[in-house]
């Protein structure tokens, strides 16, 4: 399983599949075409069933059952877009075996090293297989980790009949990094009581909350005068941003906080004198909280349009998706499995809250509960990510015993 799961994951990875948010169509870049239509190639390979790809690139397949009980349908699915925040283009992975426990250089040439000082969790993988970049790209762990290990855990499920299971559904979508993955997703074609998203991090995330989430894009026009002649004219429209901001609480921002914490985070901040953007994201987990916080940007900005003028200032406020903690915890016998599979495996489950969002808090809102476990992978989007294969391998197996559990219960 070692070697195939490097195979798949390196060879996905290579292919450039960062996502676009100011592109319309869906996918949002050519590039996830490539690797979509790749893997519905694979999936047939593999001997999977009922394969599809839609008009917006979603792949769709069926593991048939091979058992007499009457077992629910389940579905695993996985996104194949990377981020936006660091480029996906070339990236060339490097594998290192039974890793030392040391200072990893990345990129010689640029003097980009990982090390332990930094990033303390390397530590816990001495003498793990590492892949990690070469210190000019991301990964793409996040997720074609996930992509290889669903692919993987369904090519050993084909070879070894003996394990009985129920019909399993799995998925490979479009952009979730940007915000769109379940946007046209099929709930009804997809067909399946329940799914996991493997979209996690570090070895044993079992993951059923997530973030409430808003983005706020305020819109400030100003007044761009000659300084010489300025007096009572200039209306600098970078000054009202900034008294905007400075209106909203310091300490709740995402640099200061953790576990249930909301926040504000400044996304982008983009101007001069005469026109001024920002561009926010709102988080908090609790709805009470999520609506106070949305309740006070508006009012900060209401604020400002008394003393500047209402056409001064345009707020555009936008819900984005939901705790899908409110859809699992009614069926959290899902969660039960998942937790079970890992104990099984000699896995400690790490059971916290998603400090951001995953396909499935959109799904579980579209009738599909989808609590998220872990891929093995670190430092996500950036430089520094990477993954160990040993927890891969357990990821994969994580995935083959929900499966097996899941036919025991019936």
């Known amino acids: 399983m070692k070697n195939e799961l490097i195979e798949r994951f390196t060879s996905y990875v290579k292919v450039d599949t960062q996502s676009n948010e100011d592109s319309e169509t869906c996918p949002s870049t050519e590039g996830q075409w490539t690797l979509l239509r790749m893997l519905v190639e694979e999936l047939k390979q593999i001997g999977m069933e009922e394969v599809t790809i839609d008009d917006n690139g979603y792949v769709m397949a069926t593991l048939p059952p091979n058992t ?28 290192i075996d039974q890793y030392d426990g040391g200072e990893i250089v990345l990129n010689e040439a640029l003097k980009v090293v990982m090390s332990p000082q930094d990033f303390p969790s390397l530590s816990g993988y001495k003498g793990h297989t590492l892949i990690t970049t070469d210190g000019t790209t991301l990964l793409g762990a996040d997720n074609k980790a996930g992509v290889t290990e669903i692919m993987t855990a369904m090519a050993y499920l084909i070879q070894h009949p003996e394990i009985k299971h129920g019909k399993v559904r799995v998925a490979f979508t479009p952009d979730e990094e940007i915000g769109r993955g379940p946007h046209k997703f099929d709930v009804a074609a997809f067909n399946a009581k329940h799914a996991y998203t493997v979209d996690g991090g570090p070895l044993g995330e079992l ?43 310091a300490q709740e921002a995402p640099e200061h906080t953790e576990g249930y914490e909301g926040f504000f985070h400044l996304l982008a901040f983009n101007g001069d004198v005469e026109l001024t953007k920002l561009h926010y994201i709102i988080r908090d987990h609790d709805m009470d909280h999520f609506k106070a916080r949305k309740a006070l940007i508006e009012n ?33 016998e899902i969660v039960d499995i998942a937790h079970e599979a890992m104990v099984s495996l000699d896995i400690t489950p790490i059971v916290k809250p998603i400090r951001g969002g995953t396909d499935g808090s959109q799904l579980s809102y579209m009738g599909l509960p989808t609590p998220n476990i872990f891929t093995g992978g670190e430092n996500f989007h950036g430089k520094f990510e990477f993954i160990s294969v040993d927890n891969m391998i357990k990821a994969t197996q994580t995935v083959i015993e929900i499966i097996k559990l899941t036919e025991q219960k019936y």
């Not at 990377?82 to 070339?90: E, L, P, R, Y």
């Open 207 to 249: 993951e059923y909350e997530s973030f409430n989430a808003a983005a706020a894009k305020v819109t400030i026009k100003g007044n761009n005068i000659h300084p010489g002649s300025a007096k009572d004219k200039m209306v600098n429209s970078m000054k009202i941003a900034m008294e905007l901001h400075s209106k909203l609480p």
């Open 300 to 332: 900060i900005v209401n604020e400002l349009k008394s003393i500047y003028g209402s056409d001064s200032i345009q707020l555009e406020l936008n819900d984005q998706y939901y705790n899908m903690g409110e859809k699992i915890k009614p069926v959290m």
């Open 68 to 95: 007499e009980k009457a077992v629910p349908t389940i579905g695993f699915l996985a996104h194949v877009d990377t981020a936006t925040d660091f480029t996906g283009k070339n990236v060339n992975p490097q594998i």
